[in-house]
């Protein structure tokens, strides 16, 4: 029996409830958000009062604790913005509720990610005898699956990590962004960074980039970015020599990006306007097209994975881990395009090896830590199939 809780009715959270709601492991369910329309929408679609629904702001500790106190979950699913991350935390130590996240803490003032903050809950959820999953998205989440995966049965040592993120997807939109506008252009718009020698090398925006090729779809200009789970996989894999993140942007997006930027509308403080104080960045992401409207229009396909070097046996060897997701496929199943998809099919998963008991533990963890075996063969049957090359040309 376990009863879970997710937070957040966004795209993804439309995704994590559907998986959740058909999972016969959770015998109860509950969606819960800022605003509670968008839950009974959901929980409508899914029907047979399978999904209960409550409306709550996941800023504050009190509101979420009379929440789990009335539901009494078992597992809380944070699918809201990555600013509720420690709050719900919070409120989880203090109900008894294990948690589980697909993108780390920022802080709404600094457009700044790290895992600093969670991994300081490590304490606090050992001694509470409590579980937190952080990251079990796409990437981060199935990216550091898949390296776990490949430390387990195909490497002595790995040393060189080159995550590959392409969206080769068309919404036929001249601007959008696939999750969350504010949380997404706040990610892209950083300096890059990624991991060599010991050391995080910093770049400009974009700085390195250069054509890869990605099964079923060809070559895309890629660029080096930075994403939070370089920084976990480099602690728990330490043979990692270097590890960076790519990931594939149209010269559209990027021409619309530095307009953004160079116009202001990027920036994360505060204005005053109209004798009212606003956010730049939040009034963008109120006229921008919402992410989870873009599927009706999506066409082509996601495709995401891990490229790697190392060693097995003393031999050196290449690897290289993915899966493709078609956006039409993924509106299909569930209403919403395939970035929503391959976050949300991931987080209900890892729900599921928690209430199985297979990804257990007092503490906090990132998902690499678990046996990626069970996860990793229930994936495809739940809409996301994998695929191995041994010994090809990675190009990095
Ligand atoms: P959306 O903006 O579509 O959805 C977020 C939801 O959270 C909305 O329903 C919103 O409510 C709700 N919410 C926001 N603030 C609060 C609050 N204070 N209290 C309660 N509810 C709140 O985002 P997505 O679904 O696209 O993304 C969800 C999460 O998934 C994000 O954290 C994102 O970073 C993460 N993500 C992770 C990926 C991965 O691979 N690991 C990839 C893509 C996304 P309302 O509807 O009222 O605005």
């Given at each position: 029996?376990?009863?879970a809780?997710?937070?957040g009715?966004?795209g993804v959270?439309?995704v994590?409830?559907q998986?959740?709601?058909?999972?016969p492991?959770?015998?109860?369910?509950?969606?819960?958000?800022?605003?509670?329309?968008?839950?009974?929408a959901?929980?409508?679609?899914?029907?047979?009062?399978?999904?209960?629904?409550?409306?709550?702001?996941?800023?504050?500790v009190?509101?979420?604790?009379?929440?789990?106190r009335?539901?009494?979950?078992d597992i809380?699913v944070?699918v809201?913005l990555p600013y509720?991350?420690?709050t719900?935390?919070?409120?989880c130590?203090?109900?008894?509720?294990?948690y589980?996240?697909?993108a780390?803490?920022?802080?709404?003032?600094?457009?700044?990610?790290?895992?600093?903050w969670?991994?300081a809950y490590?304490?606090?959820?050992k001694?509470?005898?409590?579980?937190?999953?952080?990251?079990?998205?796409?990437d981060?989440?199935v990216?550091?699956?898949?390296t776990?995966?490949?430390?387990?049965h195909?490497?002595?040592?790995?040393h060189?990590?080159d995550?590959?993120?392409?969206n080769?997807?068309?919404?036929?939109?001249?601007?959008?962004?696939?999750?969350?506008?504010?949380i997404n252009?706040?990610?892209?718009?950083?300096k890059g960074?990624?991991y060599?020698?010991?050391?995080w090398?910093?770049?400009?925006?974009?700085?390195?980039?250069?054509?890869?090729?990605?099964?079923?779809?060809?070559?895309?200009?890629?660029?080096?970015?930075?994403h939070e789970?370089?920084?976990?996989?480099?602690k728990?894999y330490?043979?990692?020599r270097?590890a960076?993140?790519?990931m594939?942007?149209?010269?559209?997006?990027l021409?619309?990006?530095?307009?953004?930027?160079?116009?202001?509308?990027?920036r994360i403080?505060p204005?005053?306007?109209?004798g009212?104080?606003?956010?730049?960045i939040?009034?963008?992401k109120a006229?921008?097209?919402?992410?989870?409207?873009?599927g009706?229009?999506y066409h082509?396909?996601?495709s995401?994975?891990c490229?790697?070097?190392g060693?097995?046996d003393g031999k050196?060897r290449t690897y290289?881990i993915?899966n493709?997701?078609d956006h039409?496929a993924?509106?299909k199943?569930t209403?919403t395009?395939?970035?929503?998809?391959?976050?949300?099919?991931?987080?209900?998963l890892?729900?599921s090896?928690?209430?199985k008991g297979l990804?257990?533990g007092?503490?906090?963890?990132?998902?690499?830590?678990?046996?990626p075996?069970?996860f990793?063969?229930?994936?495809g049957?739940?809409g996301?199939p994998w695929h191995?090359?041994?010994?090809?040309?990675?190009?990095?």
């Amino acid at each position: 029996m376990c009863k879970a809780l997710i937070i957040g009715a966004g795209g993804v959270g439309t995704v994590v409830t559907q998986k959740i709601a058909a999972n016969p492991v959770f015998t109860e369910v509950m969606l819960a958000s800022r605003t509670k329309s968008k839950c009974d929408a959901v929980a409508a679609a899914i029907g047979g009062n399978r999904v209960k629904t409550a409306q709550v702001d996941a800023d504050s500790v009190a509101e979420l604790c009379a929440l789990f106190r009335a539901f009494k979950p078992d597992i809380v699913v944070n699918v809201a913005l990555p600013y509720q991350d420690l709050t719900i935390m919070d409120a989880c130590l203090e109900c008894g509720c294990n948690y589980l996240d697909t993108a780390n803490y920022e802080p709404k003032d600094e457009a700044h990610f790290e895992y600093s903050w969670q991994w300081a809950y490590q304490d606090r959820f050992k001694a509470a005898g409590l579980t937190a999953i952080l990251g079990c998205g796409f990437d981060p989440g199935v990216t550091a699956i898949f390296t776990a995966y490949a430390a387990k049965h195909h490497f002595d040592e790995i040393h060189y990590l080159d995550i590959v993120d392409c969206n080769a997807g068309n919404h036929g939109m001249a601007f959008a962004t696939n999750f969350n506008p504010e949380i997404n252009i706040r990610e892209v718009t950083q300096k890059g960074r990624y991991y060599e020698n010991g050391k995080w090398v910093v770049t400009e925006p974009h700085e390195i980039h250069r054509p890869l090729n990605y099964p079923g779809i060809g070559e895309r200009e890629s660029y080096v970015i930075y994403h939070e789970e370089l920084e976990s996989l480099v602690k728990n894999y330490p043979t990692i020599r270097r590890a960076r993140f790519w990931m594939t942007f149209g010269q559209e997006y990027l021409t619309h990006l530095r307009v953004i930027q160079n116009i202001g509308m990027a920036r994360i403080d505060p204005i005053i306007y109209n004798g009212v104080e606003i956010v730049p960045i939040q009034f963008l992401k109120a006229v921008l097209p919402d992410p989870k409207s873009l599927g009706a229009n999506y066409h082509g396909q996601t495709s995401i994975g891990c490229r790697i070097r190392g060693v097995k046996d003393g031999k050196e060897r290449t690897y290289y881990i993915y899966n493709n997701c078609d956006h039409e496929a993924a509106f299909k199943e569930t209403g919403t395009q395939a970035v929503s998809f391959t976050t949300g099919v991931p987080a209900a998963l890892g729900a599921s090896m928690w209430a199985k008991g297979l990804w257990r533990g007092a503490g906090v963890f990132n998902v690499e830590e678990f046996d990626p075996d069970p996860f990793l063969a229930e994936l495809g049957p739940q809409g996301l199939p994998w695929h191995e090359l041994f010994d090809v040309d990675i190009e990095v």
